[in-house]
């Protein structure tokens, strides 16, 4: 329903071919190299919504939530700026005043624009405007490279920058949120290397000494704030091992799952939860100035 499942069966030259009419009528982008495809739709919050090598499909996607536009996706890479988890009661201050600020930002609701193509490459980007001004009074500018066309076609490239475009500090709290397809009743045979000595878990409210996790609990939200490595491995029984790493600019990373659902997510974030109001691990983008990151997904 939602693309050509045949599509990445035949070995193809690094291309993007744009698609007017994909989900929901949405325009939707499809990256080919060699055996490996990616899809994004812009409009949709900007998110990659496939990433299959040899018909191997590494991410999993609610359909209906991503054609219900009152909904948020479940499923796909969606992006999160300027901030990534929930603010205390979902508001910040700043200079006295108060707004409120949605769990995990702006940009995953947002229409992204289409800047450049080139080969297996898309460039995407989301600008402030005088909506995003009214809960978030700075002027900017998140761009994303979506990149297929890297040696070998078995990596997809995410690249983000941020640029500030206004005449003051601009505080940004950056995050990813891919969901890895891992069917509910393998959890339990599911590896995950990563080592660190600090979490806070998010269902009980508590920080604690880290001292591993369960996929197969009924909620796993587990925030490693110290991760001793910019890397890991996510081992799934019968497939091949999916390996994530990302940039120093990403300090946290979550563990989110559900009971009885199929995904698994592993998420890059910038700083711990509730950063706009703490300030713990906050960035901030001087006038004219610009940060960025990557991830990677190598199958």
């Given at each position: 329903?939602?693309s050509?499942?045949h599509?990445?069966s035949t070995?193809?030259?690094?291309e993007?071919?744009?698609?007017?009419?994909?989900?929901?009528?949405?325009?939707l982008?499809?990256l080919?190299n060699?055996?490996?495809?990616?899809?994004v739709?812009p409009?949709?919050?900007g998110l990659?919504?496939r990433f299959?090598?040899?018909g191997?499909?590494?991410?999993?996607?609610?359909?209906?939530?991503?054609?219900d536009?009152?909904k948020?996706?479940?499923?796909?890479?969606?992006?999160?700026?300027?901030?990534?988890?929930?603010l205390?009661?979902?508001?910040?201050?700043?200079?006295?005043?108060?707004?409120?600020m949605?769990?995990?930002g702006?940009?995953?609701q947002?229409?992204?624009s289409?800047?450049d193509?080139?080969?297996?490459?898309?460039?995407?980007?989301?600008?402030?405007?005088?909506?995003?001004?009214?809960?978030?009074?700075?002027?900017?500018?998140l761009r994303?490279?979506?990149d297929?066309?890297?040696?070998?076609?078995?990596?997809?490239?995410?690249?983000?920058?941020?640029e500030n475009l206004?005449?003051?500090?601009?505080p940004?709290?950056?995050?990813?949120?891919p969901?890895f397809?891992?069917?509910?009743?393998?959890?339990?045979?599911?590896?995950?290397?990563?080592?660190?000595?600090?979490a806070?878990d998010?269902?009980?409210g508590?920080?604690?000494p880290?001292?591993?996790?369960d996929?197969?609990s009924?909620e796993?939200?587990?925030?490693?704030?110290?991760?001793k490595?910019?890397?890991?491995?996510?081992t799934?029984p019968?497939k091949?091992p999916?390996?994530l790493?990302?940039?120093?600019l990403?300090?946290?990373?979550?563990?989110w799952?559900?009971?009885?659902?199929?995904?698994?997510?592993?998420?890059?974030w910038?700083a711990?939860?509730?950063?706009l109001?703490?300030g713990?691990?906050?960035?901030?983008?001087?006038?004219?100035?610009?940060?960025s990151?990557?991830f990677?997904?190598?199958?």
């Open positions: 329903m939602f050509d499942r599509d990445n070995r193809r030259p690094p993007a071919r744009r698609i007017a009419r994909g989900p929901g009528r949405m325009e982008w499809r080919f060699g055996a490996a495809v990616a899809e739709i409009a949709r919050g990659v919504t299959a090598v040899d191997d499909e590494v991410l999993y996607l609610d359909g209906p939530s991503l054609i536009r009152s948020n996706v479940r499923g796909g890479i969606p992006v999160l700026f300027p901030i990534a988890g929930r205390k009661e979902d508001r910040y201050s700043l200079g006295g005043d108060s707004y409120p949605r769990q995990h702006l940009a995953r947002a229409a992204w289409v800047v193509v080139a080969g297996a490459r898309i460039i995407i980007e989301f600008r402030s405007n005088p909506a995003t001004m009214s809960t978030f009074p700075f002027r900017f500018c994303m490279t979506v297929l066309g890297r040696a070998g076609g078995r990596t997809l490239a995410l690249e983000q920058e941020v206004g005449d003051k500090p601009l940004v709290h950056l995050g990813l949120h969901y397809a891992v069917p509910d009743d393998q959890k339990g045979r599911v590896k995950i290397d990563l080592a660190a000595t600090r806070f998010n269902v009980t508590e920080e604690k880290y001292a591993g996790f996929l197969q009924s796993l939200d587990l925030h490693l704030l110290d991760p490595q910019s890397e890991t491995v996510l799934l019968d091949a999916r390996h790493s990302w940039s120093p990403f300090k946290v990373v979550v563990l799952t559900l009971r009885y659902k199929d995904y698994v997510c592993v998420e890059p910038t711990p939860g509730n950063a109001n703490s713990e691990g906050l960035l901030q983008v001087a006038p004219g100035e610009k940060i990151g990557w990677l997904i190598s199958v």
